[in-house]
């Protein structure tokens, strides 16, 4: 089943449709972001925590899950669709709990969202060369974001989800080679390097929306530098989670799909990942 969304003016509704017992609305962010104000019923169970409690959660047939702005509770969703029995039925909070208390996202940027319903490709070659798009956006902001961490081990992690997203690029050049003559004698590095890698909507570079996160973020603390730069790597590693998921659908049954899942499967690992950084940006 897939993972469902829903605005927070829906959610009452969406509750009270609902047994309490058949019913779990999780807040997956930090301690102190609870502490400061949460959605009265919110159970409390942090982004790196949430694996650990997979068990519990899955006694309940109806999960919604909700953090600051959508991303992290994105993540903690298909953590738990990929393990979870597939009759639960799944669902994360769009805008989280700023949406909820009426506050504007202004601190996160629109991801484009790679849809599939809305962009046909006519050949595989397309579809191959949109997910070195999105590679190379992530690398990008890795690059950028890695420059302006605040400590080694964040550096560190940045570091390497940089040079994974460069890593799977390449994987899936070797695939457009062999779907694609023109590409067949092409070398790697320079289709790579005439890639824009841009996925801001509004024409926004990657570098001016890091950037941004030279502030202290809206909380004014120290760690808003952290949980900014933590949220919008999510947002990208769950449009890359999303786009090879669907990929593999569309070609299912071809050599394509197991290449697909395997590069979903690793974008799941870069969210869990990512989730461990969380509790440096509360301290």
């Not at 006694?59 to 899950?65: C, R």
């Not at 779907?179 to 570098?207: H, K, N, P, Q, V």
């Not at 593999?248 to 799909?257: I, N, P, R, S």
Request: include cysteine; charge should be negative; charged fraction near 25%.
């Amino acid at each position: 089943m897939p993972v469902e969304s829903i605005y927070p003016e829906e959610l009452p509704a969406f509750s009270a449709k609902l047994k309490e017992a058949d019913y779990a609305l999780v807040d997956v962010r930090q301690p102190g972001e609870y502490q400061e104000g949460h959605i009265p019923g919110a159970r409390l169970l942090p982004l790196p925590e949430i694996e650990a409690h997979l068990n519990e959660l899955g006694t309940t047939p109806n999960l919604v899950f909700y953090c600051r702005s959508g991303a992290r509770s994105m993540a903690a969703a298909n953590l738990a669709q990929a393990a979870l029995p597939a009759g639960i039925r799944i669902v994360n909070m769009i805008g989280g709990f700023m949406a909820w208390d009426g506050r504007a996202l202004t601190d996160m940027p629109r991801l484009e969202v790679f849809d599939l319903g809305r962009e046909s490709f006519d050949t595989t070659s397309q579809a191959l060369l949109k997910a070195m798009e999105l590679e190379k956006a992530a690398q990008r902001f890795y690059l950028v974001a890695e420059s302006k961490a605040k400590s080694s081990e964040m550096a560190a992690t940045l570091a390497t989800l940089g040079k994974v997203e460069r890593t799977h690029a390449r994987v899936i050049f070797h695939r457009l080679q062999h779907a694609d003559a023109d590409y067949a004698r092409r070398d790697f590095e320079t289709c790579f390097d005439e890639l824009t890698g841009d996925i801001l909507e509004g024409g926004e570079s990657l570098e001016a929306a890091v950037a941004r996160l030279d502030s202290p973020g809206p909380d004014g603390r120290d760690g808003g530098f952290c949980l900014s730069v933590t949220e919008l790597a999510l947002m990208i590693e769950i449009a890359a989670y999303d786009l090879y998921k669907n990929l593999a659908g569309v070609h299912a049954g071809t050599e394509l799909e197991p290449v697909f899942l395997e590069l979903a499967e690793d974008e799941l690992k870069h969210q869990r990942l990512l989730a461990r950084l969380l509790p440096e940006c509360a301290a």
